[in-house]
């Protein structure tokens, strides 16, 4: 009864018909590549900083942007009008992010491993979500950076992305399920899972 | 604890997501639901902790390089061009839309009498150096029954310039039995009615003289009116007429 129904699916519901993007898409669905090029110029950066927000550096983040927007100019003839040229595009980028992370899956095993450093951030991160922790406000906007990163990182790709996308990107729950092609509740169960995972991993390093 | 079954409703809840109705039930739902505060919870610190993270900044040459690399791929090159001007040919000549073929048609009509004026020689109209309207110009007459006409008063008025009144008063007289047999006043006041209708100013002053010329000689009830006939060869030297009746001749010709 409580999950029925909600604001989003009402309000919410994303429309091509409003999509700013609407006559560039046409123009570049007609093969016009100076459409194309604006819109590339238009999402460039936000592109970059989810695929960063999602892999973790900027390097690979920049290679993934590109696929991504190479990807976008073959397909754009297929895409449909069922959401906002933005959110078929955060897809692309979401599922490249993912795709590049499961390929780089080794190198991530090892990343992962908690190293004294990571016990560090693990401990940084502690003291801003314990809400007894007082020292919240102290913490160094520079550790808090690198802390938010790294524990992101550790997250199931789902979890991840939604959390990207719904904190980072100020996504609404009907797009982020849009992206991830999934129901909004299930966004909002991997939201949950998500902050829980996080509380849980921060109190058990306590 | 156990899970509750409500557990996705605190997302909905935290985000404004809810209706109002569905809002105030959560809120009732919370007052007795431990796991669900705890989640609230979590939601609230993360989203505090949150408001003060700040991305950190790609390097400034990394960003750069991004940018150029794709402004490269999809900008219109140098390439693009040649197919830009594709497009404008195919657009103009191949796939051509309404408005371009009533273009292509304006341009090929114009560029149409342009080439006829150049190859099959000048528009009627064309103002001759000496300043007389060329032949046929302001009038709706064929050039041929217009140069008939001026070939008769040519004739006509070249006798009356040579005859001598006294000598000649037998040929005077079949003179202007000839201008009257010809119509000569009558069609001189037809081609001065069309040159009007045209404002064509110098050859209604040109067609003035010659009609008041044949008037006062068709007027003269005896050839012995030898002063009058007289005055009419005055009137011809005048004003220069038989050089200009003769002067249109040419043109026509």
Redesign the interface.
């Known amino acids: 009864?409580?999950?029925?129904?909600?604001?989003?699916a009402?309000n919410?519901s994303e429309s091509a018909m409003d999509d700013p993007d609407r006559k560039l898409v046409a123009q570049a669905k007609q093969g016009d590549?100076?459409a194309?090029?604006k819109l590339?110029?238009k999402y460039?950066n936000k592109v970059?900083?989810l695929a960063?927000?999602l892999i973790g550096n900027?390097?690979d983040a920049?290679d993934v942007?590109?696929n991504v927007?190479?990807q976008a100019?073959r397909n754009i003839a297929y895409f449909r009008d069922e959401a906002t040229f933005s959110t078929w595009l955060y897809r692309i980028t979401t599922n490249a992010a993912i795709d590049f992370q499961r390929s780089q899956k080794r190198r991530r095993a090892v990343f992962m491993d908690q190293t004294p450093r990571d016990k560090e951030f693990t401990s940084a991160?502690e003291h801003?979500?314990?809400?007894d922790a007082a020292i919240?406000?102290k913490?160094e906007?520079a550790d808090?950076?690198?802390l938010?990163?790294h524990n992101v990182a550790q997250l199931s790709p789902q979890q991840r992305a939604a959390f990207v996308l719904?904190?980072?990107h100020d996504q609404?729950?009907d797009a982020i399920a849009k992206i991830l092609g999934c129901d909004p509740?299930t966004v909002?169960?991997h939201?949950?899972r998500a902050?829980?995972k996080?509380?849980k991993k921060l109190k058990d390093e306590r | 604890m156990r899970q509750c079954e409500?557990?996705?409703?605190?997302?909905?809840y935290f985000?404004?997501?809810?209706?109002p109705v569905?809002r105030a039930?959560?809120e009732d739902?919370l007052t007795h639901c431990a796991r669900c505060q705890e989640?609230l919870?979590?939601?609230k610190?993360?989203?505090?902790?949150?408001n003060?993270?700040?991305?950190?900044a790609?390097?400034r040459k990394?960003?750069d390089?991004?940018?150029r690399?794709?402004?490269q791929?999809?900008?219109?090159s140098v390439h693009?061009r040649k197919?830009f001007w594709e497009r404008v040919i195919e657009r103009v000549l191949l796939q051509p839309s309404l408005t371009w073929r009533l273009a292509e048609a304006v341009v090929i009509l114009v560029v149409g009498i342009f080439l006829g004026r150049i190859f099959f020689g000048q528009p009627a109209d064309f103002t001759a150096s000496n300043g007389y309207v060329r032949l046929g110009a302001s009038l709706s007459v064929e050039p041929s029954l217009l140069q008939n006409y001026l070939q008769e008063t040519e004739m006509v008025l070249l006798d009356v310039d040579n005859l001598d009144p006294v000598a000649d008063q037998m040929v005077i007289h079949n003179l202007i039995q000839s201008a009257k047999y010809k119509y000569l006043v009558q069609k001189t006041i037809l081609l001065k009615e069309q040159a009007q209708e045209s404002d064509d100013q110098r050859m209604i002053e040109l067609l003035n003289q010659v009609e008041l010329i044949l008037l006062e000689l068709c007027n003269i009830e005896t050839p012995a009116d030898i002063e009058t006939f007289i005055q009419i060869q005055q009137q011809l030297k005048n004003n220069y007429l038989l050089m200009q009746i003769k002067s249109l001749k040419q043109q026509a010709i």
């Open positions: 009864m409580l999950n029925g129904g909600s604001v989003s009402v919410r590549r100076q194309f090029g590339v110029k460039q970059l900083y960063f927000d900027y390097v920049q942007a590109q927007f190479l100019f991160w801003v979500i314990d809400p919240a406000n913490v906007q808090l950076k690198e938010i990163s719904k904190y980072f609404s729950t509740v909002r169960g939201l949950l902050i829980l996080l509380r | 409500h557990a996705t409703a605190v997302v909905e985000f404004n997501e809810m209706l569905q039930m959560f739902h989640n919870q979590a939601l610190i993360t989203e505090q902790a949150l003060k993270y700040r991305r950190p790609p390097d990394l960003l390089d991004y940018h690399q794709l402004a791929t999809f900008q219109p693009d197919r």
